[in-house]
Structure formats: structure tokens, C-alpha cells
């Protein structure tokens, strides 16, 4: 190929022009797809929610196999006891917590950050929560559908009163 070919190449076809108004909020592993619940949306859903129930019924294995050790290495009551209580209480505050996320933003000066350890103990809460969720939504949905509409509501609002230009606009009648 010469150098004058080369130099006729077509140019690169111009983007599409910028959305206007609000754009939704992705959600993970969902992207974009919960808006109108398409690109495999209900597929995505089901292998999550299986996903989740799947790893928490394994960690759950991992977690009785922990404590099979614990009886093997003869440790005592008090510790096999307190082990088991730290786990279900942190897997009851992670449940908690993570299911109140998918239905309200923390605030931001909220406790998120100082639970953090003690959602990671209690992660089969957690998971619990998500599969759960998965079972009726996207987690997180919910929350950003009812965002996602009152910005376009608020969007079209402001659209629509600012049509015309002001300056040409008649007088208004004196009673």
C-alpha cells in the first residue's frame, strides 16, 4: 500500500452525540441491565444468587472443619464456645448490615468503616444477604431505581420550564 492510500483512509466515524439527562447508576455485576431488565439480567441474577448460597454453604463447611480442629486440639469449651458466638454474631451484624445497604446509602459519617472487620468475620451473613436479595432483585435496585427516576423527574422538570426564550415572551396582562 503507497503512502497516498494510506493518507485516504476514511476517517474514524464521528461518536454519537453525548446522552442528555440523568444516566443510571451501574450496579455490580449488573452493569446497566436493571433499568429495563435486559442483556441477560434474570440469567445474571439466578447465577449470582446460586453463586452466593454456594459460597456460603462452603464456607460454611470451611468453618466446621475449623472447628473440628479446634475439638481435636482439645482447647477447652470456653474457647470452641466462643468461637461459635463470635461467628454468629458477626455473621448476624454483617446480615444486618448488608441488607440494610441494599435500601439506603450510609451516611457519611456512618459506622461502615469501623465494622468493615467485622463484616470480613462475619461474611456468611453477608452472603446470605446477597442471595437472598437476588432471589426478588438486583441488590441495590430498589434503591437506585427510586434515585434513578426522580433524577429524570427532576431532569424533565427543569427542561420543560425553561422552554422560549424569556425576552420574547408578551407582558403579562394587568386585571
Known amino acids: 500500500m503507497s503512502d497516498d492510500q494510506r493518507d485516504q483512509t476514511p476517517a474514524e ?18 452493569g446497566t441491565t436493571w433499568v429495563d431488565h435486559d442483556g441477560g439480567y434474570a440469567l445474571r ?28 486440639g482439645n482447647v477447652g469449651p470456653f474457647l470452641s464456645i466462643s468461637v461459635v458466638v463470635l461467628f454468629a454474631i458477626a455473621s448476624s451484624i454483617a446480615f444486618t448490615k448488608t ?9 457519611p459519617s456512618s459506622d461502615e468503616a469501623a465494622l468493615k472487620g ?7 451473613g453477608s452472603l446470605i ?12 435496585e430498589k434503591l437506585r431505581r427510586a434515585e434513578y427516576e426522580s ?4 431532569y424533565a422538570r427543569r427542561r420543560s420550564t425553561r422552554t ?4 420574547a ?7
Open 45 to 72: 441474577r439466578v447465577g449470582l444468587a446460586i453463586g452466593s448460597l454456594a459460597t456460603a454453604v462452603s464456607a460454611a463447611l470451611l468453618l466446621r472443619l475449623s472447628y473440628e480442629g479446634l475439638e481435636i
Open 118 to 124: 467485622l463484616k470480613t468475620i462475619g461474611f456468611i
Open 13 to 30: 466515524p464521528a461518536q454519537a452525540a453525548a446522552p442528555t439527562g440523568p444516566q443510571p447508576e451501574p450496579i455490580r455485576f449488573f
Open 151 to 154: 433524577a429524570r423527574a427532576e
Open 164 to 167: 422560549g426564550n424569556p425576552a
Open 99 to 107: 441488607w440494610a445497604s441494599f435500601s439506603r446509602r450510609p451516611a
Open 169 to 175: 415572551r408578551r407582558p403579562k396582562r394587568k386585571k
Open 129 to 140: 444477604a446477597y442471595f437472598l436479595r437476588c432471589l426478588g432483585e438486583a441488590p441495590g
